[in-house]
């Protein structure tokens, strides 16, 4: 039963789903699946297997699933900027890169302060141009998703790259494990994934949100959105209407603006990442360690907001 994948915290939530319509699983056989972004010129998605090194392809079209690039560095995270180029998380290049119309790589950012990065994680672009980007540690940590390496940046930092200058500046310095981030439809607001629990007991897992400074250039330090009770939150986007997608241990969560739990989209895998697609935008894709899933919703993944 399609209604059985979804579970309502509160009656709004019934208008976002269609009980009629389940979570279907797309693809399985990874290691551990994240980064989604979906490619809406080209009607197909790709979405990092990171210990397997490589990135896959789905193709819209035709359900078909095949290799998009490997080796692949490790990458995590991706997203597609305006120009409809690929930006990536690379763990094992340590940096965040960009794939060229014409094919090529560019590397965008792999130092602050003239110190390597630790191992990018997500990013997003914003509609100015700007990346912005999480470095955790997890790509150093262990040689399972990246080269085991010792750190350089004294932690883990928030950036902001502008990359018409390459000037590479720290957004935030006080998280402890910085992973999934996103902005608000208005690109107000930037939310944070914390998910320092990984490397400390009773450590952070949760969501922060940060105010844009009125420059889009810098965030102030931000409140505590929501704390995730099973798992980590790891990747999340927000629809047209500012909720919050968010992957989590056992499902997809989705969150009220005002930081109310709506409902719950089951998924029978610990959820890395999320990423609207779809030629509507109102289709879920959900990376769940070895799968690729997705769902149909009544709402639609947002985008950057008009000039
Ligand atoms: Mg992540």
């Known amino acids: 039963m399609p209604a059985a994948d979804y579970e309502i915290f509160d009656p709004r939530f019934a208008r976002l789903i269609h009980t009629n319509a389940g979570v279907e699983r797309l693809y399985s056989g990874c290691r551990w699946s994240e980064g989604p972004a979906y490619f809406a010129a080209g009607k197909y998605l790709v979405w990092s297997d990171i210990p397997n090194d490589r990135v896959m392809r789905f193709d819209e079209t035709d359900g078909s699933v095949s290799t998009f690039i490997a080796p692949a560095m490790n990458q995590n995270g991706h997203y597609v900027d305006r120009e409809g180029r690929l930006i990536s998380c690379e763990h094992r290049g340590r940096c965040v890169s960009r794939i060229e119309i014409d094919g090529t790589r560019t590397v965008l950012a792999d130092r602050y302060q003239g110190k390597r990065l630790n191992s990018p994680n997500d990013v997003v672009v914003k509609s100015d141009g700007s990346i912005w980007f999480t470095d955790p540690s997890y790509g150093i940590d262990s040689d399972y998703e990246g080269d085991a390496s010792p750190h350089e940046v004294e932690g883990c930092y928030v950036y902001r790259l502008d990359p018409a200058t390459g000037a590479l500046d720290a957004v935030a310095t006080d998280f402890e494990k910085p992973n999934g981030l996103a902005f608000s439809p208005d690109e107000r607001l930037l939310y944070i994934a914390d998910t320092g629990l990984s490397h400390r007991v009773n450590g952070p897992r949760h969501i922060r949100v940060c105010e844009v400074a009125a420059d889009g250039r810098s965030l102030g330090t931000g409140r ?12 999340f986007r927000l629809d047209s209407d500012g909720r919050i997608w968010t992957s989590s241990g056992d499902g997809v969560l989705c969150y009220h603006p005002d930081g109310t739990l709506l409902g719950k989209v089951h998924i029978p895998e610990v959820v890395a990442n999320v990423t609207f697609g779809g030629p509507k935008r109102n289709r879920l894709y959900i ?3 070895t799968s690729l899933y997705a769902v149909m919703l009544n709402v639609r993944g947002a985008t950057w907001p008009k000039a």
């Open 287 to 289: 990376c769940g360690t």
């Open 224 to 235: 505590l959105f929501a704390t995730c009770e099973t798992g980590l939150f790891d990747g």
